[in-house]
Each structure stands twice: as C-alpha cells, then as structure tokens.
C-alpha cells in the first residue's frame, strides 16, 4: 500500500459528461502528480501541484482542470468527456522535491461510453 | 527537450534467465534524475530505484541491478534469475533539474514463463 488513495477505482459514464477524480497524498507529502495511462499513449504526465500551487503542466486538454484544497488532497475534473478520454487515472505524491520518488495510487479506471 | 526511450516493448524470457531491459534517455540538463518503476498486473506503480546524474555507480539490489552510462545516455536494468512474479510492465522515468514534469518511457512488458 502506497499511502496514496483514489475514489473512485472505477467510473463509467456517457459521452458529454462531466467527472470528478479524487487524490489524497501521503501523510506528509505536499506534491501531488496527476498521470493518464492508456494503451496508445502510455503514461502520460497531466499536472503537477506543490502546496495548493500549480507548479508543473503536461499534455492536459483544456476540458481538463485539477486542483489542490488547502487539506492537500486533489481533485481531476474532466469534462465534456470523449471516447478516447477512457485510460487509467493516476495520482501520485511526493515530499516535493525533484529527485524523490513518487508514490502512485492504485488510479481509477474511466470508460467512457 | 526530454525523451525516454524504451524500445524493447515486450520481452519474454523462462524462469531462471537473466534479462536486461534498455533505457535510453535525452536532456538537454546537466543535472537531471533517473527512475525506475514496476506495473505489475495488479496495475500500482511500484518504485524500483532512483539514480541522480552525477552518481555513475551501478547499483545491485537482491536480484536486481541497474548500469547508468552518461557516455551513452543510458540506464538499463537488469534483473539475474528471473522468476514469475518478475512478470510486468517496467517502466525507466526522467526528471530533469530545470522542470517537476517526471516523463516516462512506453514501458517494456516482461513475461516469466515458468
């Protein structure tokens, strides 16, 4: 067990939708990453908070915005929703420097139908 | 520009065979950090090693050892005497000193047959 959980594990919703991913850190760990694994794009990086700021963005879509609550944890929202948005949610934190591992959660798996 | 590349995308070997997985990387940074990570089927991201750029000394671990060439820009990983449970997808990740983004490679799948 990572320390890391995300709600929920799984979603399925329709076209045009719009959903809530959930993320809290490890006790401790004010760096959260968020990660979108699917088969034809790999892992790849959405967004990274430190403390409530936004420090780092990767390939996130527009119809994508997260943010990081005062308690730490983070929350995915994507709205909108495309077939191909279904992929393999992941969270991850860290301490928050550069050279630390992550720890990810286990994800949440999005099919969109 | 930052880039992994992990071109071996699947791999399988029988129980007791060594393997050796292949990471190439690109960074324009001269300082820059290098991660290795398991998915196995259960599908959690496990932390194998971290290694900064300027540490070139190869590390051992139980079964496990890593070989970070700066010369070549690589950080390959293998593992001496595969067994099943070895079985997932292995992923090398790159940060480097002038961003947070933490990229990674396709991954290469790793099957242990028995």
């Known amino acids: 067990d990572s320390g890391v959980t995300q709600t929920p594990k799984h979603l399925i919703t329709a076209t045009g939708q719009r959903v809530t991913l959930r993320c809290s850190p490890r006790?401790?760990?004010?760096?959260v990453y968020w990660y979108q694994q699917s088969l034809d794009q790999g892992l790849q990086f959405l967004i990274q908070y430190y403390n409530g700021e936004e420090r780092a963005k990767g390939n996130i879509l527009e119809r994508f915005s997260a943010q990081q609550f005062p308690d730490l944890h983070s929350e995915l929202n994507l709205s909108s929703l495309e077939l191909g948005d279904s992929a393999l949610y992941f969270c991850?934190?860290?301490?928050?420097?550069?050279?630390?591992?992550?720890?990810f959660g286990s994800g949440t798996q999005l099919s969109v139908l | 520009a930052q880039k992994v590349t992990q071109a071996q995308t699947e791999i399988s070997v029988v129980e007791k065979e060594d393997v050796t997985l292949d990471c190439v990387y690109e960074?324009?940074?001269?300082?820059?950090?290098l991660f290795w990570y398991k998915q196995p089927p259960s599908g959690e991201l496990v932390f194998l090693i971290r290694r900064n750029s300027f540490d070139e000394q190869n590390e051992i671990s139980g079964r496990y050892s890593w070989n970070f060439q700066k010369s070549t820009s690589s950080f390959n990983f293998t593992i001496t005497a595969s067994q099943v449970v070895d079985s997932a997808v292995y992923f090398c990740?790159?940060?480097?000193?002038?961003?947070?983004?933490?990229?990674f490679g396709s991954g290469t799948r790793l099957l242990v047959r028995p």
């Open positions: 991850a934190s860290s301490v928050g420097g550069r050279s630390e591992k992550l720890f």
């Open positions: 006790s401790g760990d004010l760096s």
């Open positions: 990740a790159l940060m480097m000193d002038s961003s947070y983004k933490l990229i």
């Open positions: 960074t324009r940074d001269t300082t820059y950090y």
